[in-house]
């Protein structure tokens, strides 16, 4: 693994901790971040701003062109539902097999990352709510990012 490439994932990692040890150090729990979130339709409102923010993001819009909007914006809110504690499952293929062929950089997952960030600033969602789901998003990075 070359030198940039270790200090990436040793900062994901540590950021992954970062926001462990937080949220321990506060107590709070975990059981509630669907909620936090506005349960089924309120992913469902950051993930059409997500897909705005994503048309307007230059590093990443062209690799979304062709896409199927509606199947894409289904499949996502059912994935953020279940990984935040939803009652829903995620039925759409699996990720590694999905973004394989796309050749995608830590750049673009990064963006992709600070555009649903921004969307659910959009929504007042608070930010401990926020990096709760970032941080369960974390473990796609392996099988999302071009090896
Ligand atoms: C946290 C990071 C990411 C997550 C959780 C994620 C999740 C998903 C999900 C659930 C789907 C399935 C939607 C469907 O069935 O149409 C999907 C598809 C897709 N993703 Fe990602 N993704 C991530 C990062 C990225 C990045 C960084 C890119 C490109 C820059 C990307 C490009 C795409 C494209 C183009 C599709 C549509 C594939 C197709 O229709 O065949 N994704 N993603």
């Known amino acids: 693994m070359s030198n940039t490439k270790t200090l990436i994932v040793t900062l994901l990692i540590t950021a992954g901790l970062v926001l462990n040890g937080c949220q321990s150090f506060h107590g709070e729990p975990d059981n509630n971040l669907y909620q936090q979130l506005g349960e089924r339709s ?25 896409m199927n909007v509606a199947q894409f914006h289904r499949n996502l809110t059912d994935q953020l539902c279940e990984l935040s504690g939803g009652p829903c499952t995620y039925s759409g293929r699996e990720m590694r097999e999905l973004h394989a062929d796309m050749g995608i950089t830590t750049t673009q997952f990064n963006a992709l990352a600070e555009n649903l960030i921004l969307a659910m600033e959009k929504h007042q969602i608070s930010t401990a709510a926020q990096n709760r789901l970032i941080k369960r998003l974390l473990p796609t990075y392996p099988d999302i990012r071009h090896l």
């Open 42 to 66: 309120g992913i469902a409102d950051v993930v059409e701003d997500l897909l705005y923010l994503i048309v307007a993001d230059e590093r990443i819009n062209h690799q979304f062109k062709g």
